[in-house]
C-alpha cells in the first residue's frame, strides 16, 4: 500500500534569520483549507510565532519526526496572493534581506499580531417597503420615532448607528420600535463596486498636460514608466486626477503614494472632491485598526483608491490598474532601518510583473530617474509651465558675508520681509535645523556641550531648558554654568528654527509667526491644525526645516527666503549636490504659486558657488544633467551600481575586524568589483555604537548580485558576525 503524502509548510517568521522553517499542518486540518498567502501560528522555541505560509510541498531537509505541528491557520482565504508573492519574492533576492522579515513586512501591524482578517461590519439603516409607503403624520405623538424615521427617509444611503448618534441623543429606543413596526430594517454599509460618478469636474488640462494625460491614458493596458517631470505648481495633480479617472472607469483599483503624512491630507480633499468612491489612506500616524481597514478593503477589492505613504506600497491590490509615485525624488521612499527596500524601485518592479503604468511625478526627478530616460526606459513627460495663471518665481543669492546680521536675518532680508508683509502676503523662511542653537559653547574656556553616546554635538532647545542629541535619545536639562571651567559664560553658537522664531516675533510683534519642524508638530492634529491656519489667511510667516519643501500648495506666499543655503555645500557624500539642488527648488516652489508674482532669495557667503549659479541661472534640469555628466566621469551610480556593508559594535575592534574579513571573503573571488573600506562611518560613534563600512561597487547590476547572493550566506556565518550588528544596503542612497 502507498504512504500517504507527507505534507510540510514551509513558512516565512519575522525573525532576522535568511530562512524558512518548515512545519507539519495542524493535526485536525483539512488540507484542501490551505493555500500560500495565510497567516500561520507556530510553535517558535518557548513560544509562539504568526507566520506567512510560503510554500506546501511533500518533503524537507529537516528529519520528519523532529517537525512540530503547526498550531492554527488564522485565515480562511489567502492575505496575500501570488502577485504579491511573486513580488515579495523579488524583494528577498534584490534586497538580500531575512526572508521572514521580508514577507511580513507586507502586513499591517494588526495582521502580525494575530488579529482577524475579516472586517466588521457594521449595521446600517434604512427604510423597509412598508416604511416606504408610511405616512409620517401616523406617528402622532411619537416625536422621537417619528423624527429619527424622518432622518432616515430623507438619505440618499443607509445610516450607522454612529450617523445617527450625530444627529440625535437618545435614540435606541426610538430605533428598536421602528424596527419592531418593521418600518425600518437594518442591512450592510453601502459598496461601492461600481465605478464611481465624477464629483467635481475635472478642471480644462492645459496643452502640456493634455500630452501627458494623453500618453499615459493611451498606454494604460501596459507596462510603462512615465517620469511627470513638472516643475512646481505646473499641475501635476490634475494630471494625475485625469489619469486615475480612466483606470476608474475601468473597474481598477490605483495606489498612489507620497513621501510625507503631512501631504496626505491635502491630496486626500483634492481627490474626495474629485472621485465619488472612498478614498482609503495608509500612513502611520492612524492608529491599527484604521490602517487594518485600509488595508483590507484595497486586498478584498472593496475600495478603489489608496493613498498612503512607502509602508502602503506593498498592498495587496486585487486589481490594481496604476500606480502613482509623487515627488519620486524624496529619500523617504528609501527604508533607512531593517528591510532597506526603495519603494519607488519595488513599485516599478510591481507595475512591471502586473504589466500596468506607472507614473513618477517631481519638480526635481532624481538623476537616476533622467538616466533611465536617457537610455530610454521611462519617458519623460514635461510641463514646463506653471498651470493657471501662476508665472514662475524669481530666485536670486543674496551675499552675506560682512553683513550685521540679526540672528541670521541679513538687513537687505528683513526689509524685503517687512514689504511683503505690508503688501498682506505671506513670508516662508526655510532653516534646515531644528532647536534653538546646534551648539553650547563656553565663553571662557571654549568647552561644547557633547553627545556622551554620539560624535555629536548637543543642541540647545531653548523653551523645554533642555540639551538634546538629534542622533540618539539622550538629553540632559540646560546647563547654567560651565561644568569644565565653572563660569556662567555660555552661550548658544548657531541658528535653529527656534531662535529664529524668537528673533521674528521681536522684530515684528505685530505679525503671526508659525514654526513648522518635527518638534512643533510632535501632537496629532497640529500640524493639520497649522496648515489649515495658513490656508486661511491667519499666519503671516511661516518659518520651517525640510518639512515646508514636501508639495505645499500655500497660495498666498510670495517671498521664500533659504536662510542658509552653505550649510549643505560641504558634503563627502556623492548624493549631496542632488539632495541639496532639489531642496532649493522644492523650497522655492512654494513662492508665487497663483496670481501674485514669488520671489526667492537665498542668503550666502559662497555666492560664486557653481551649484547655485547654475541652478539660479540655467535650472534644475542644467543642474542635473551637469551632475549627470560629473557620476559619469566618476564612475558613481547610476553609471554603476552599489551595496554598502555596514557593522556596528561596542567595541570598534570588532566592527573593523568582521568587515576586514569579509573584504578578504569577496577580494578572493570577486575580482570585478571594487572593494571601498572598510572605513570609519562618517559619524564614527553613534548612540554608544562604532560604526563601520564597506562599499561594494560594480559596473553590472547583475555582477553585483552574484557575488551578494553568493558572499551574503557566508558572512552570516562567520564568528564575527555574532559579534557584530552588521547590515547590507543595497543602491544606498546616503553612505552614512
Ligand atoms: P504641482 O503638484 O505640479 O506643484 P498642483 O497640482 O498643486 O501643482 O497645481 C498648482 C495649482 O494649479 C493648483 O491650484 C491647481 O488647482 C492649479 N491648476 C492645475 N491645473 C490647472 C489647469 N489646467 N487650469 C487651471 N488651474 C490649474
Ligand atoms: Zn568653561
Ligand atoms: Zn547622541
Not at 461 to 484: I, M
Amino acid at each position: 500500500m502507498p504512504m500517504p503524502e507527507k505534507i510540510i509548510l514551509s513558512i516565512a517568521l519575522p525573525i532576522p534569520v535568511d530562512r524558512l522553517f518548515d512545519y507539519l499542518p495542524p493535526s485536525t486540518l483539512n488540507i484542501e483549507q490551505l493555500s500560500p498567502g495565510m497567516r500561520v501560528r507556530v510553535p517558535f522555541g518557548k513560544s509562539s510565532k504568526i507566520g506567512i505560509l510560503i510554500e506546501i510541498k511533500n518533503s524537507s531537509e529537516s528529519p520528519l519526526d523532529k517537525l512540530k505541528h503547526a498550531e492554527e491557520i488564522l485565515d480562511s482565504s489567502a492575505l496575500l496572493l501570488e502577485n504579491d508573492l511573486k513580488l515579495l519574492h523579488w524583494a528577498h533576492r534584490y534586497y538580500h534581506h531575512p526572508i521572514g522579515d521580508v514577507f511580513t513586512s507586507a502586513l499591517p501591524t494588526a495582521l502580525r499580531k494575530g488579529k482577524p482578517s475579516t472586517l466588521k461590519i457594521t449595521p446600517h439603516f434604512q427604510l423597509s417597503a412598508l416604511g416606504n409607503d408610511f405616512d409620517p403624520q401616523l406617528f402622532k405623538n411619537a416625536h422621537k420615532q417619528r423624527a429619527l424615521f424622518e432622518l432616515i427617509a430623507k438619505q440618499k444611503k443607509p445610516l450607522s448607528q454612529k450617523e445617527i448618534s450625530s444627529h440625535f441623543k437618545l435614540w435606541q429606543d426610538s430605533l428598536k420600535a421602528l424596527l419592531k413596526k418593521e418600518l425600518i430594517q437594518s442591512c450592510n454599509a453601502p459598496t461601492q463596486n461600481t465605478a464611481p460618478l465624477q464629483k467635481q469636474e475635472p478642471l480644462l488640462a492645459n496643452t502640456e498636460q493634455q500630452i501627458a494625460i494623453d500618453h499615459i491614458i493611451k498606454n494604460k493596458s501596459h507596462f510603462s514608466v512615465s517620469l511627470l517631470d513638472g516643475v512646481t505648481g505646473s499641475g501635476k495633480t490634475e494630471v494625475y486626477l485625469q489619469s486615475i479617472q480612466a483606470i476608474l472607469d475601468n473597474g481598477k483599483q490605483v495606489l498612489v503614494l507620497l513621501p510625507e503624512i503631512t501631504l496626505t491630507p491635502q491630496l486626500e480633499s483634492r481627490f474626495n472632491a474629485r472621485f465619488s468612491t472612498k478614498i482609503e489612506t495608509f500612513h502611520s500616524k492612524h492608529t491599527e485598526t484604521q490602517r487594518l481597514h485600509a488595508w483590507l478593503n484595497m486586498q478584498q477589492s472593496k475600495s478603489l483608491i489608496l493613498l498612503g505613504t512607502r509602508s502602503a506600497l506593498l498592498t495587496p491590490c486585487p486589481n490594481l490598474g496604476l500606480i502613482i509615485l509623487d515627488e519620486e525624488h524624496d529619500s523617504s521612499f528609501k527604508q533607512q532601518e531593517g528591510f532597506r527596500f526603495s519603494a519607488r524601485d519595488v513599485a516599478i518592479v510591481r507595475a512591471k510583473m502586473l504589466d500596468i503604468p506607472i507614473i513618477l511625478g517631481s519638480a526635481t526627478p532624481s538623476l537616476e530617474s533622467l538616466y533611465n530616460v536617457q537610455q530610454n526606459r521611462y519617458t519623460r513627460l514635461t510641463l514646463l509651465q506653471r498651470a493657471g495663471s501662476a508665472t514662475p518665481p524669481s530666485l536670486a543669492l543674496l551675499d552675506i558675508r560682512n553683513q550685521y546680521l540679526q540672528e541670521g536675518l541679513s538687513p537687505t532680508l528683513i526689509k524685503m520681509i517687512k514689504n511683503t508683509l505690508a503688501k498682506n502676503e505671506q513670508v516662508l523662511l526655510f532653516l534646515n535645523r531644528r532647536g534653538f542653537s546646534p551648539t553650547l559653547i563656553c565663553h571662557s574656556c571654549g568647552w561644547t556641550a557633547q553627545c556622551k553616546r554620539c560624535d555629536a554635538n548637543l543642541v540647545v532647545h531653548y523653551q523645554q531648558q533642555k540639551l538634546r542629541c538629534h542622533h540618539c535619545t539622550s538629553e540632559q536639562f540646560l546647563n547654567k554654568t560651565c561644568p569644565d571651567c565653572q563660569s556662567d559664560e555660555l552661550k548658544p553658537l548657531g541658528l535653529g528654527t527656534e531662535r529664529v522664531e524668537y528673533a521674528l516675533n521681536s522684530l515684528f510683534p505685530q505679525k503671526r509667526v508659525v514654526r513648522l519642524d518635527r518638534d512643533s508638530t510632535q501632537r496629532k492634529g497640529v500640524l493639520e491644525d497649522h496648515l489649515s491656519a495658513i490656508n486661511a489667511g491667519h499666519v503671516d510667516i511661516i518659518l520651517g526645516t525640510q518639512m515646508l519643501a514636501k508639495g505645499h500648495h500655500f497660495p498666498n506666499v510670495t517671498l521664500v527666503a533659504l536662510l542658509d543655503v552653505d550649510s549643505g555645500l560641504f558634503s563627502i557624500d556623492f548624493h549631496a549636490a542632488e539632495k541639496l539642488a532639489q531642496l532649493i527648488i522644492q523650497v522655492a516652489g512654494r513662492a508665487g504659486r497663483e496670481n501674485k508674482k514669488g520671489h526667492v532669495v537665498m542668503q550666502t557667503r559662497q555666492p560664486e558657488h557653481p551649484l547655485l549659479n547654475t541652478l539660479i541661472q540655467q535650472g534644475y534640469s542644467h543642474f542635473a544633467q551637469a551632475a549627470l555628466a560629473e557620476r559619469k566621469e566618476a564612475q558613481l551610480p547610476p553609471y554603476t551600481y552599489q551595496a554598502l556593508l555596514r557593522a556596528t559594535a561596542v567595541h570598534p575592534q570588532l566592527a573593523l575586524d568582521f568587515l576586514s574579513e569579509v573584504s578578504l571573503t569577496i577580494s578572493k573571488q570577486a575580482f570585478n568589483t571594487l572593494l571601498l573600506g572598510p572605513v570609519p562611518a562618517p559619524m564614527q560613534k553613534r548612540a554608544g555604537q562604532f560604526r563601520y563600512q564597506l562599499l561594494l561597487q560594480n559596473e553590472q547590476r547583475k555582477s553585483l548580485h552574484i557575488l551578494l547572493n553568493a558572499i551574503v550566506p557566508v558572512i552570516s556565518k562567520l564568528k564575527l558576525a555574532r559579534k557584530v550588528k552588521w547590515s547590507l544596503d543595497v543602491d544606498p542612497i546616503d553612505l552614512y
